[in-house]
């Protein structure tokens, strides 16, 4: 069998979510160690999958690759609609593994559309690609100014820049159990009346933080002006969101991020992508104490969840044939 790892990743936010400027979209994330997905596939007859999330991602890349079939057991697997990529991971694992027990070369990056992924951020292909901090090129403007593309009708958006970020980085994830974050057809739905409402004024002073403050701390390991840009531009986004998900993030990630906000050890918080996952940048030495005060958050709020500690992830998912 043919076992692909990778872990999850954050979305930060985008750079434009207005029909106003000339690139649309353009997403900024990071990948991450934990939490993770295992995947294992081999050749069969038909779909054999033994996770039913996971099972429609099998059978679109069985047909894509016109295969007879795969076997596929998930070992390990990501938070579903939490903010930390759990579908581009399922159907870029899911497509490399299976063509790996065929033999056959599949490039994530060029099969991604056809998969129904990419169609807005490009970050969940890149971190898979190679890990890493990424920012990328977002999409023409003008494809999006009627409706969106039809599914597979697009590229996924170009890295524009890319950072290994240091080992001893923490980010603290509070994960509360609170149902799934939006994705599939309500996912373009809000998404398509932020676009169509967005302030383009927000796009200048996110141009101006990214390039100004973001990049170069991500390029100087500046754990302290990473943490403040990183948390800057969610809010930004925020702004543009407020309507659909109920204010700058979606509750109760607010009351966590305010909680999380007053610890010492933190340097940058943020709710990832719709949430409800929440991060708190901290370092290795400081993690520990920053996972309780997370824990502590999530009773205040009376949520259950749990906390993870992960580190940057520098590589790309691995792809083991043996």
Do not use: K
């Not at 999850?8 to 029909?19: I, P, T």
């Not at 497509?95 to 056959?104: G, Q």
């Not at 050890?265 to 719709?274: E, F, I, M, P, R």
């Amino acid at each position: 069998m043919t076992r692909v790892t990778v872990g999850g990743r954050l979305h930060f936010g985008f750079q434009n979510l207005s029909l106003a400027h000339r690139r649309l979209y353009g997403g900024v994330g990071v990948a991450l160690t934990e939490p993770r997905l295992e995947l294992r596939a081999d050749r069969a007859e038909g779909v054999d999958c033994n996770d039913g999330t996971a099972r429609p991602y099998v059978q679109a890349v069985v047909d894509h690759l016109g295969v007879p079939g795969a076997r596929v057991r998930v070992d390990d697997g990501l938070p579903r609609h939490a903010g930390l990529g759990s579908g581009t991971r399922l159907a870029l694992s899911s497509l490399v593994a299976i063509a790996d027990a065929y033999d056959i070369p599949a490039d994530p990056r060029e099969s991604a559309p056809a998969l129904g992924r990419g169609g807005r951020s490009g970050i969940g292909v890149a971190t898979f690609e190679r890990g890493g901090f990424v920012v990328d090129g977002g999409h023409p403007t003008e494809l999006f100014t009627t409706a969106a593309p039809e599914r597979g009708e697009w590229t996924v958006p170009p890295v524009v820049a890319r950072h290994e970020l240091p080992a001893d980085w923490r980010f603290v994830l509070a994960i509360p159990d609170i149902g799934d974050g939006r994705s599939g057809e309500e996912e373009d739905r809000s998404m398509r009346s932020v676009v169509e409402r967005a302030d383009p004024t927000i796009t200048e002073e996110v141009a101006q933080l990214v390039t100004q403050h973001l990049l170069p701390a991500a390029a100087t390991g500046d754990h302290r002006a990473f943490g403040a840009a990183v948390d800057r531009l969610g809010r930004l986004n925020g702004a543009w969101y407020a309507d659909e998900q109920g204010g700058v993030y979606r509750p109760p990630a607010g009351e966590l991020v305010a909680r999380l906000s007053d610890e010492p050890a933190v340097t940058g918080t943020g709710q990832s992508s719709w949430g409800p996952t929440v991060y708190a940048l901290t370092d290795a030495e400081r993690a520990a104490r920053v996972a309780d005060a997370a824990a502590d958050a999530l009773a205040a709020t009376d949520c259950e969840g749990r906390v993870t500690v992960a580190a940057p992830r520098n590589e790309g998912a691995v792809v083991d044939g043996g």
